[in-house]
């Protein structure tokens, strides 16, 4: 029997995270298993999932068992199905037209930059950069500001404010680097929107923050954002918005929109880096929030950042001491240690227990048990605390909760950054600097850098004055 003469079963509401492996895995069970799934995606987003039996009788069976009923005991979803007699064909006919956004271009492979380095020394035990030219260019850029800002560096004061040449800089701004991080919020936001269980949501928060870490690596510097400046993608189902309200110190403000309405990260990270002669230590404060549609809210606190070797020897990546994702609404928290000193699964194969390099372990905890520390990660968790579930994984490849895996990265796709059909002007990818260092002319690139300069140097005098006339 040809497909065309066949019923065919259409998911109407399909979400971010319904591929075929999922649905054969949720639905196609047993009788069901010789079932075909097929999407039909538009910028990763699935529209339509059209699901097919060889046997007609199947069809109907399968309509009576899902449609209208909870996917499963933690998600508060239930399937929209319903029988169509178009073919498989026709239904991808109508959607041939469907809009879809352009690729936000990318000019380097950041996710290839760098390998997981084993090591029983300490020093050398993290992420090792492999792009050896741009290596070298960093040597360079540590001469120069050791020629230049050696007071700074000796007192490991701020260099985030300083103004550099931009051969040391990255193809991204700030705004640029932080909506490439969240290529895996939809997939696993949009699940703890839609859990019942609070433990089971603070789980999927939790998930997402891990994921974003290893899209975090940054090696090269990116520009500083003028104030006023923004920037505005999709990232699945992920509207974001980003604008610089304060040059010192830079301060980011965000605002990330679920386009089915599920969830809105929003608040403000403000960025800060210290170099020593061999080492760059960064950190991201601000308060950072996340809101469900049920409006339970969630505030996360980032992890500082080690990068070791940027003036000689192997370039290291690394994270330190805490990270923190509390759930506000029901005084719950993952309490999460970076590199603690007991190891994970691959620890046998070390000497030392506490070199392990990407590794973390933790605990879903009550938040009385919990003090934040605002400044340097250093969080608190009481020893007494009663632990709602243990944490485990490796921050660059998976994460599990009492060692079942919620994220692995060879099973999931980060998603396609997007660019929005209408960019606002004050975009940074319009930034003149920019667009010319990634032409290759660096010459030119630092003519209109240092005109930006010039004018926030400019704005910034205006402002002081204006706010000496109100006193």
């Known amino acids: 029997m040809s497909s065309n003469s066949l019923s065919l079963i259409i998911l109407k509401n399909p979400l971010i995270f319904m591929d075929e492996t999922y649905l054969k895995n949720v639905l196609l069970k047993e009788k069901y298993s010789k079932g075909e799934i097929t999407s039909i995606c538009q910028n990763e987003i699935p529209i339509k999932i059209i699901i097919q039996f060889s046997e007609e009788p199947l069809i109907d069976e399968f309509i009576s068992q899902y449609n209208d009923k909870p996917l499963s005991d933690q998600l508060d979803y239930k ?77 490991g004061k701020s260099i985030l404010n300083i103004s550099l040449p931009v051969f040391m800089f990255d193809k991204r701004t700030l705004h640029i680097a932080f909506a490439y991080e969240q290529r895996f919020a939809s997939y696993f936001l949009t699940k703890a929107a839609l859990c019942i269980d609070k433990i089971e949501r603070i789980k999927w928060v939790t998930t997402y923050l891990i994921s974003c870490l290893h899209m975090s690596v940054i090696q090269v510097k990116p520009f500083n954002p003028i104030i006023g400046e923004t920037f505005q993608c999709r990232v699945g189902t992920l509207d974001i918005y980003v604008e610089q309200t304060v040059n010192h110190p830079i301060t980011l403000n965000i605002y990330c929109k679920d386009i089915f309405g599920n969830f809105i990260i929003y608040g403000y990270l403000i960025t800060d880096a210290s170099v020593y002669i061999n080492t760059l230590y960064s950190t991201r404060l601000g308060k950072c929030f996340i809101k469900f549609k049920d409006g339970t809210l969630f505030q996360i606190r980032l992890p500082p950042i080690t990068l070791k070797g940027i003036s000689m020897g192997d370039r290291i990546f690394n994270y330190y001491n805490k990270c923190l994702i509390q759930d506000l609404t029901n005084k719950l928290s993952a309490y999460i240690e970076m590199n603690p000193d007991q190891p994970g699964y691959f620890a046998s194969f070390f000497k030392s227990k506490s070199t392990f390099p990407d590794y973390f372990k933790g605990k879903i905890v009550d938040s009385n048990y919990v003090t934040p520390e605002e400044n340097n990660g250093e969080h608190k968790l009481a020893k007494d605390a009663k632990s709602y579930g243990d944490i485990e994984g490796e921050w660059t490849s998976y994460i599990c909760f009492n060692n079942v895996e919620y994220w692995n990265i060879d099973k999931c796709k980060a998603l396609t950054v997007y660019s929005h059909e209408f960019t606002l002007p004050s975009d940074g990818r319009f930034r003149e600097d920019l667009i010319n260092l990634i032409k290759g002319d660096q010459e030119k690139s630092q003519v209109e850098k240092e005109k930006l300069e010039v004018r926030q140097r400019k704005d910034r005098k205006l402002r002081a004055d204006y706010l000496k006339t109100k006193k």
């Open 79 to 155: 399937l929209s199905l319903s029988k169509e007699t178009k073919s498989k064909e026709e239904i991808q006919k109508e959607y041939e037209n469907y809009t879809k956004l352009e690729p936000f271009p990318f000019y380097v492979d950041y996710e290839n930059e760098w390998k997981n380095n084993y090591s029983n020394n300490t020093e050398k035990s993290g992420l090792l950069y492999i792009n050896e030219e741009a290596k070298k260019i960093g040597y360079e850029a540590v001469k120069y500001l050791v020629a230049k800002f050696s007071k700074n560096i000796l007192e």
